[in-house]
C-alpha cells in the first residue's frame, strides 16, 4: 500500500458495508471533478448567478462526517466553509452546522483550541456555532434538519432548516465514503436511497426553489449517478464519481505541506479548491459552472504537483 493511502479515504469498514449494498461499475481513475449528471459529456451547464430574488432566504447544512485526529481535515473544511458564508453575507441563524468538535481541543492538536485548513490559514475554527458536536452527528439528525422536521431532532441546538419556496439551500458534507455510502461518526451511515428519498421530500414539500451540494468523499458520485431525479432543481458537485478516490491536501510530504508540527492533513483538494476559488472571486458574478471548472483544473493540476 503506497505511502499516501492514508490521505484518501481508508474507510474499511464503511466499505465493507457498502460492497454489501451495491457492485458499481469498475474504471480507472481519472484526475477531474465529474458532475454526477454529466453521463459521459461534457459538463452540464449550470445556471448564470441571478439577481437575489425578493423575499428569499438562504440557507446552508455543513456537516463534517468524521472523528478522530486522523481526520483533522474534515473539520477544518467545514470550519472554513462556514467562515466563507458568514462573509458572503449568511446569517448564523440560517446555517447548520455538524462536526464532533474533537480536533480543536485534542491533545494531538499542536494549536489548541486552532484549527486551520492551509499551510499558511488562519483560524477557521473561532465562531463557528456547535449545532450538533459528537453523538449529535448522525444521519437521522441531518435528515430531520433537512426538512425542516425540530421534533425528530435528538439534543444539540435544535436549529433546523425552516426554509419556504423562495429559499435557497447549500449543503457542504466532507468525511469518507464508499459506493452508495457515506461515512457518519455515529452509525447508521448515510445510504444514497435514504439520502435521495429526503432530497424528494423536500422537494415535495415546495420548501426551496434552488439547492446546491458539494461532498467530499471517495466515490461520492455514486450517490447521485443515475439515482437523482433530474426536476428536483438541485445541482451536485462531487470531489470523485462513483469508482475514483477523493484526496486529502497540504498532508507532509506533499509539496505544499502543513507546519512541521502537524502530521496530518489539513484539508481536502477538492474542498480546499472550491473554498479557495471562493475567496479570491466575486461570488456574486461567478457562475457555478465557471466554479465547476476553475475548481476541476486546480483539482487536476494539485494532484500533479504533489505526486500522488
Known amino acids: 500500500m503506497p505511502a499516501s493511502a492514508w490521505w484518501v479515504c481508508g474507510f474499511l469498514p464503511l466499505l465493507a458495508v457498502a460492497a454489501a449494498a451495491a457492485d458499481p461499475a469498475k474504471g480507472s481513475w481519472e484526475p477531474l471533478i465529474r458532475l454526477p449528471t454529466e453521463k459521459g459529456a461534457a459538463p452540464a451547464p449550470a445556471p448564470a448567478a441571478p439577481a437575489a430574488e425578493e423575499g428569499a432566504t438562504k440557507w446552508a447544512v455543513l456537516v463534517a462526517g468524521s472523528s478522530g485526529y ?15 458564508l458568514r462573509k458572503g453575507g449568511l446569517k448564523e441563524e440560517n446555517i447548520v452546522v455538524f462536526m464532533y468538535d474533537d480536533i480543536a481541543k485534542n491533545d494531538l492538536n499542536p494549536r489548541p483550541g486552532v484549527i486551520i485548513n492551509h499551510p499558511k490559514g488562519e483560524d477557521v475554527y473561532a465562531g463557528v456555532p456547535k449545532d450538533y458536536t459528537g453523538k449529535q452527528v448522525t444521519a437521522e439528525n441531518f435528515f430531520a434538519v433537512l426538512l425542516g422536521n425540530k421534533t425528530a431532532v435528538t ?21 469518507h ?32 426553489s434552488k439547492m446546491i451540494i458539494y461532498v467530499e468523499a471517495c466515490e461520492s458520485g455514486s450517490i447521485f449517478e443515475g439515482l437523482l431525479p433530474e426536476d428536483l432543481n438541485i445541482y451536485v458537485t ?3 464519481n462513483a469508482v475514483e478516490n477523493s484526496w486529502g491536501a497540504y498532508c507532509p510530504g506533499m509539496k505544499s505541506s502543513p507546519p512541521a508540527e502537524y502530521d496530518t492533513c489539513l484539508g481536502d483538494i477538492y474542498s480546499v479548491s472550491w473554498m479557495e476559488d471562493s475567496e479570491t472571486h466575486n461570488l456574486k458574478k461567478e457562475t457555478l459552472k465557471q466554479q465547476y471548472e476553475v ?14
Open 177 to 208: 465514503g464508499g459506493p452508495g455510502v457515506l461515512g457518519m461518526p455515529n452509525r447508521p451511515y448515510i445510504y444514497a436511497g435514504d439520502f435521495i428519498k429526503v432530497l424528494r421530500e423536500k422537494h415535495a414539500s415546495k420548501s426551496y
Open 238 to 240: 462531487t470531489a470523485s
Open 295 to 308: 475548481v476541476s483544473l486546480e483539482y487536476t493540476f494539485f494532484i500533479l504537483v504533489s505526486g500522488i
Open 155 to 175: 439534543g444539540g441546538s435544535r436549529k433546523v432548516i425552516n426554509s419556504k419556496s423562495k429559499d435557497h439551500i447549500f449543503i457542504y458534507y466532507a468525511d
Open 70 to 84: 486522523g481526520n483533522y481535515r474534515h473539520q477544518a473544511d467545514v470550519c472554513h466553509a462556514y467562515q466563507i
